[in-house]
């Protein structure tokens, strides 16, 4: 896997499984769906694993368990297919995931151009306050290298900070880095909602086929809650393990757990009574996927609005700066004008 994804890199794993889903929901088989990827593919790059994928497959092993000794795809989406491929319904797995990565790099590629601007401001700025107007201020006599150098040390952090939290993003982490992740994001307003509710969003899809092809609850439970790309809500759905075996009714532990809203756990206990589990669970899905969507939308649009109107509040405060050290009561043209 690369060490940076990026979003052609969501739009090729996108494109990737909407092959998928169009190939298994006409009925072809897996294994010749694959091959025919394989002939065309959305990049190069997908040869190499799609050829040891189908030698995974040729000796006679599930999807999931093949895809499991590649280091390939996401932990995420190793669950996802895990989950269909034990309901029956990889078709719907695919196309969640196809859609998943469409939004992923949507969002991404809207996040890159909007910040352009305020990226190109920062540098704007630091060429101006770091090496211009120290060099006029010393009437031409300053080191034009050394100023440079002292501007690109100020943005190395930047550079360093910004490169940091790209990586720590990538989903190809270990649960407990991902924990950790999950934990520092939870409390950042709109994002933390947002990727909360996408990850219930997918749990719901996962359980609603697990359950409908007849798994066991709480088999079932444990599976989705892999699927959901959190550590939190799979941890917390694990250590219900022995109070469900016990004769606890799954839809109690859910309005017991913090991590489930109120309206999930309602939903939830309302489709359990009345026999309609499937129906209940496919509008946690569609309910969760929309609102988890439109919030990571709005802070994709908002953040590079504030990094902007931070920025220039910079600006205007080396600007204010500057005219106070040239005009102020201490500069040296205020001494001057007392000397007349």
């Not at 990889?90 to 991404?108: E, I, K, N, P, V």
Request: glycine share 6%.
């Amino acid at each position: 896997m690369p060490l940076i994804v990026t979003p052609r890199q969501f739009t090729q794993r996108a494109e990737f499984y909407h092959q998928l889903a169009q190939f298994t929901s006409a009925g072809i088989p897996i294994l010749p769906a694959l091959e025919q990827i394989k002939r065309s593919p959305p990049t190069r790059s997908f040869r190499e694993p799609l050829q040891r994928l189908l030698d995974e497959l040729g000796k006679g092993a599930p999807l999931a368990e093949s895809l499991q000794h590649l280091d390939w795809l996401p932990s995420f989406d190793l669950a996802l297919i895990g989950a269909g491929e034990q309901s029956g319904r990889l078709d719907s797995c695919f196309r969640m995931l196809a859609d998943y990565y469409h939004g992923r790099a949507t969002l991404l590629k809207q996040a890159i151009a909007q910040l352009i601007y305020p990226v190109g401001l920062i540098h704007f700025a630091a060429l101006i306050f770091l090496i211009l107007v120290p060099f006029f201020q010393s009437q031409f006599n300053a080191n034009l290298f050394l100023l440079a150098t002292r501007a690109a040390l100020v943005l190395l952090p930047l550079y360093v900070g910004t490169i940091f939290v790209i990586i720590a993003m990538q989903s190809k982490h270990g649960e407990n880095w991902r924990a950790g992740i999950e934990s520092l994001l939870r409390p950042v307003p709109i994002l933390g909602k947002a990727r909360h509710y996408l990850a219930l969003s997918r749990l719901a899809m996962a359980l609603e086929a697990l359950i409908s092809a007849g798994v066991n609850i709480f088999e079932a439970w444990n599976l989705a809650a892999t699927a959901s790309g959190s550590p939190a809500l799979r941890r917390a759905v694990a250590a219900w393990k022995q109070r469900v075996v016990a004769g606890q009714m799954p839809s109690e532990a859910v309005r017991n757990c913090r991590l489930f809203p109120e309206m999930f756990a309602n939903l939830y206990a309302s489709g359990e009574i009345s026999g309609k589990l499937d129906e209940s669970l496919r509008h946690l899905h569609q309910l969760y996927n929309e609102e988890g969507t439109r919030k990571l939308q709005v802070f994709a649009q908002w953040t590079p609005r504030l990094v902007y109107l931070l920025i220039v509040l910079v600006i205007a405060y080396e600007i204010v700066q500057f005219w106070i050290g040239m005009y102020g009561p201490h500069s040296d043209l205020s001494n001057i004008l007392k000397g007349f």
